[in-house]
């Protein structure tokens, strides 16, 4: 069973214990609840209510920890790029700096003896250009369905969000973190931001229109966060 406790899907099992357990997993803040058979769904809403801002202020800090990139970008470690993990290959050379994809291979062209900070700039502003490629016209085909009109958009890194709504200025911002996810996650995202021009809160019209607008929505959230339904 899945609760929705403010935007947050909850994973509840009942089990034979006599006390509710629950657990948050890293790296996407993944939230699950095992309760005893006697429990009512009311009862296990209610107590997780409770438990609300806890909930969230846990989830925030391990997520945190997971959205960031790895410390070192050097030959042979994996780099994802659209739901897809590429080896990563530099290439040292005096030409100009670039982000080349060949097969299952991402080169990484830079000047010798850069530094990671210059690396990780290189690739940040690769993602940027391909995410910028693909936006205009994935934000066109969602607002003709959703029937709204965004303002502003834009693409920044941020640690514990995917995506932003400024629902007076309908301006958006999207995670450019969501590069390196299958792309129906960049889409779900969108969505989600879309939806709350009409409906700023997570409430039960919230999801209603979610789920008018992209029934496989909850599927499209389990992928985001690395996990099946």
Aim: glycine share 4%; with cysteine.
């Amino acid at each position: 069973m899945i609760i929705e406790l403010d935007g947050i899907s909850i994973e509840v099992t009942r089990k034979k214990i006599k006390n509710m357990h629950l657990r948050i997993y890293p790296p996407d803040g993944l939230v699950k609840v095992s309760v005893p058979f006697k429990f009512s769904d009311q009862l296990i809403r209610q107590t997780l209510q409770t438990k609300g801002t806890w909930i969230h202020t846990q989830r925030e800090r391990i997520r945190s920890r997971s959205i960031i990139e790895s410390d070192e970008l050097e030959t042979g470690v994996t780099v994802p790029f659209q739901g897809k993990q590429y080896l990563f290959v530099i290439q040292e050379h005096h030409g100009p700096v670039q982000i080349k994809i060949n097969d299952e291979l991402m080169y990484c062209y830079i000047q010798p003896n850069s530094s990671h900070e210059q690396k990780q700039k290189l690739l940040d502003n690769w993602y940027r250009y391909r995410m910028q490629l693909l936006l205009p016209d994935l934000i066109q085909q969602w607002e003709s369905i959703v029937g709204v009109k965004v303002s502003q958009w834009g693409i920044k890194k941020m640690k514990t969000r995917w995506g932003s709504c400024n629902t007076k200025a309908a301006r958006i911002w999207l995670n450019l973190n969501l590069i390196k996810k299958p792309q129906i996650c960049m889409e779900y995202v969108l969505v989600h931001e879309l939806v709350h021009l009409l409906e700023p809160s997570h409430n039960k019209r919230f999801y209603q229109l979610m789920s008018k607008f992209m029934p496989e929505w909850r599927q499209y959230e389990f992928l985001l966060e690395g996990r099946a339904l």
